[in-house]
């Protein structure tokens, strides 16, 4: 594909709802980012994919946050029990290289909203 | 702890008046400063890398520049098309994987 696709560009959920959010990366890019950014603020990095492996999950918020890229391609992010404090953009992004300096291409993100 | 600051917040400029946003930072041994403009509603667009203070990159209208604490964006007769929020990120070599970003500058252009 031409870039980082997202899926769903919107989900609203009830408190307490689980969702999944995906991510399709440019074809070839071995590492793959999560971020999350709140309104006004700036991405805010939750976890790191280099193909299948999560080599770091540290900026995960909680035990109810949750990734996985099962094959080193799509990622979903899952988030259990959704609150109100969830409520985000979530971004995706991935470099074609495992050297950490490498651009990071931005999908469109999922704007998450908890009732 | 990486930590970046952006100023102004918000800057709002004429057409053709230019100007800079500024990116203050402090990281443990830089590996990379990176600008994205971001447009609402759509993800970060990469637009400059900068690895070593001193170094400089230009595309059209912006110009990058970076010393050993901050970053300027230079915006030379903007357009209104330039008109987006400015986020600036950084990767030490203590930070892992992971880019810290600043808040970002929102830049209004009026024509």
């Known amino acids: 594909g031409a870039g980082v696709s997202q899926s769903p560009r919107y989900k609203v959920a009830k408190r307490g709802q689980d969702v999944a959010l995906r991510c399709d990366p440019i074809?070839?890019?071995?590492?793959l980012f999560w971020y999350q950014q709140a309104l006004g603020q700036g991405p805010e990095f939750l976890t790191y994919?280099?193909?299948?492996?999560?080599?770091?999950k540290s900026g995960l918020p909680s035990d109810r946050f949750f990734a996985e890229r099962p094959e080193g391609s799509v990622s979903t992010l899952k988030i259990q029990r959704t609150q109100q404090e969830d409520s985000a953009v979530y971004l995706c992004a991935s470099t074609r290289l495992v050297v950490l300096t490498d651009t990071q291409y931005f999908g469109p993100g999922t704007r998450l909203t908890v009732l | 702890e990486d930590q970046v600051t952006q100023s102004p917040e918000a800057l709002r400029l004429q057409e053709g008046e230019s100007s800079s946003l500024n990116c203050s930072y402090t990281v443990s041994g830089l590996r990379g400063l990176f600008w994205y403009r971001q447009d609402p509603g759509k993800g970060p667009e990469f637009l400059f890398t900068l690895y070593s203070a001193g170094e400089e990159k230009e595309k059209e209208r912006l110009k990058a520049t970076l010393t050993k604490k901050e970053s300027f964006l230079h915006i030379t007769a903007p357009k209104p098309e330039d008109s987006a929020t400015y986020l600036c990120a950084v990767r030490g070599e203590t930070s892992g994987s992971r880019l810290t970003f600043g808040e970002g500058t929102q830049l209004t252009v009026n024509p």
């Open positions: 994919f280099q193909n299948e492996a999560q080599l770091d």
């Open positions: 074809s070839g890019h071995v590492s």
